[in-house]
């Protein structure tokens, strides 16, 4: 949600900041735009997508400049409300959204300031350049300034005359690439692999002073602060397109590699062992009596999947939590719970807030599953299991959900280990399917051509119903998401003995009706709930086992997995979905990587 890039340097930055907007389009935004200093002040703006920004930019050079792509919160998307905003002789930019704003600007226009723009960012530069008559030092004026902001903020700031770009954070993300010619900042590693793989991840509060030759960086304190630098792992390779026609494509088909990535700490292992969480888990998880999991979006349908598995592995309570609900109710704590946060990118700002709401209750078993290690999610956090999806683009999230689901498995063998509810033979059975795992949904991809003859059966129509059972209720809950964002088809999810009680009032030859058919326990009960629908005249389309003897005839479309999964099954359910609603999109002609209205990593509530 909303991109930053900044850059000093000894060359002409104005390609770097371009490419690295175009690397954050994924962020979900609805304007870009650039300052730059040359020496003056020059400042280009425009709506819609990077590629015209970058048409102004042609031939421009300068050495100094920051850069943006805004996803609209205060005030529709217009030129006059995208940033940098300017005041006096200093641009900004900001993500994220200042909650007191509304107070700021009534003491800035007393002050004879004026407002081009209705966004909450302009108050920054206003107040920066009021602070300035005071504290003339920009970085002095800045630290000033963000103690006065309340809510969450990642800002860049540059000043006329100032051969320095000045950044600080709070709540938002934001990190510094040290490179051999100058420095820069950015919102995600990825917009800087072009230049440097070195990193540091500015921390809660910091400010800090990019200069051509060096950087500094304060704390919230107020004092020096010393923060690690990290080397990226994360090759340009991994951002590119190469042979697919959108990153989502790309990224479901990478979804084998990502769970062979995720799942190589048990390659010989020949138990689970708690301390993949870890060095304190062990201690940790030995006294845990029940399971919080607090989520958003396609990372709560994960742990609604994983409450199966940790009730019926482990034997412990799990109950799964929308994080913008659970934050803001009165809730009973538990110092004996798990809490559990699971989050693609590590700074979902609802699910950090739940996270450091259920510390403030005494709650201090917590845990993250995140994809992203430097993340403010996984720093919040007593213990850690890192995702290795790499990155993750496209806005409808696919491989970080698999990798999730694959987390939280190993997280509920863990737990029945520890609670001695695995035997021997179940263990080494549990092991060597997520060993399996990725060559089983190799199989499950060679599907697509049959699934995208599907999508054009029904990419016509206006409304969706999917329906599961059991572990696959949350995954026919992804299938929905997943048609709705980016195909833009209204699509809802119900667990299927749920027809009678409502939703089988809407079915009809107009409401394709998709359903995922596991051979498992529920299988016969699903089979009448089918024979319910196709008795109102609804088309229904079926992924099932080999074995679930569904078959074909007019009106029922079935489409077999290669092979039963058992408990791991909706790890490989949820693959056609996911190809389902991008070949539907296809046929559509929507924007599959850049659903309207939606950001990638969602940094404000």
């Known amino acids: 949600m909303c991109g930053i890039v900044a850059a000093v340097a000894n060359r002409n930055i104005v390609p770097v900041l371009v490419e690295g907007l175009r690397k954050l ?9 650039l300052a730059l200093l ?3 002040l020059t400042r280009l703006r425009s709506v819609g997508r990077v590629a015209e920004l970058a048409a102004q930019a042609e031939g421009k050079a300068a050495e100094l400049g920051i850069a943006h792509t805004r996803w609209a919160t205060h005030g529709v998307p217009s030129e006059k409300n995208a940033h940098p905003h300017i005041s006096g002789g200093l641009a900004v930019v900001h993500n994220g959204i200042i909650e ?20 909450d960012t302009e108050v920054i530069a206003h107040l920066i350049q009021e602070t300035l008559k005071s504290a003339p030092d920009l970085f002095a004026a800045v630290q000033c300034v963000t103690r006065r902001l309340v809510g969450a903020y990642a800002i860049a700031v540059l000043r006329e005359g100032e051969e320095r770009i000045v950044v600080a954070r709070h709540g938002a993300p934001l990190l510094l690439g040290l490179g051999t010619d100058g420095h820069y900042a950015a919102s995600d590693a990825s917009a800087l692999l072009q230049v440097t793989r070195r990193m540091v991840y ?72 708690a301390n ?245 326990a529920l299988l016969e009960k699903l089979k009448s709930n089918l024979k319910e629908v196709a008795a109102r005249g609804g088309e229904l389309y079926v992924f099932a086992d080999g074995d679930s003897q569904v078959e074909a005839e007019a009106g029922l479309h079935v489409l077999r997995l290669p092979e039963h999964y058992g408990a791991l099954s909706p790890v490989l359910h949820v693959v056609p979905l996911q190809l389902l609603a991008y070949h539907a999109a296809l046929v559509k002609g929507t924007d599959v990587d850049k659903p309207r209205n939606l950001a990638k990593s969602v940094t404000v509530e």
């Open 276 to 520: 993949l969480f870890g060095a304190a888990a062990p201690e940790l998880l030995a006294d845990v009596k029940s399971v919080l999991i607090i989520a958003c979006g396609t990372s709560y349908h994960a742990g609604l999947v994983a409450r199966y598995w940790i009730e019926q592995l482990a034997g412990l309570p799990c109950t799964v939590e929308v994080a913008s609900e659970y934050r803001y109710r009165v809730s009973v704590p538990n110092p004996r719970q798990l809490v559990v946060a699971i989050s693609q990118s590590g700074e979902t700002a609802d699910t950090l807030a739940s996270v450091k709401h259920a510390k403030a209750l005494g709650m201090g078993k917590t845990l993250a599953i995140c994809n992203v290690p430097e993340s403010a999610i996984v720093r919040e956090c007593a213990l850690r299991f890192l995702t290795r999806a790499g990155p993750e683009i496209g806005v409808a999230s696919t491989k970080a959900f698999t990798t999730q689901l694959a987390a939280l498995f190993l997280l509920a063998a863990t737990l029945a280990k520890q609670n001695g509810r695995l035997t021997a033979g179940q263990e080494a059975a549990h092991l060597a399917s997520l060993r399996h795992l990725p060559v089983a949904l190799q199989k499950v991809l060679a599907l697509e051509p049959g699934i995208a003859e599907w999508a054009g059966l029904f990419a016509d129509k206006r409304h969706a119903l999917f329906l599961g059972r059991g572990p696959h209720y949350p995954i026919a809950l992804e299938g929905a998401l997943k048609l709705k964002e980016i195909s833009y088809i209204h699509a809802e999810a119900y667990p299927a003995g749920e027809l009678k009680h409502g939703p089988l009032a809407l079915v009809d030859a107009d409401m394709p009706v998709i359903s995922v058919a596991p051979n498992d």
């Open 25 to 33: 389009e994924y962020r979900g935004y609805d304007s870009a735009g």
């Open 38 to 40: 040359d020496p003056g």
């Open 202 to 273: 500015l921390e809660e509060g910091d400010v800090a002073e990019l200069g051509r030759a060096g950087y500094r960086i304060v704390g919230a304190d107020g004092t020096a602060a010393a923060r690690a630098v990290h080397e990226s792992t994360l090759s340009a390779d991994a951002v590119e397109l190469g042979e697919y026609r959108h990153y989502m494509q790309k990224e479901i088909f990478e979804q084998p590699q990502a769970l062979a990535a995720t799942l190589e700490m048990i390659g010989g292992a020949q138990t689970f062992s």
């Open 100 to 119: 007191n704003y509304a107070e700021l600007k009534q003491e800035l226009l007393a002050a004879g300031y004026a407002f081009g723009s209705d966004t």
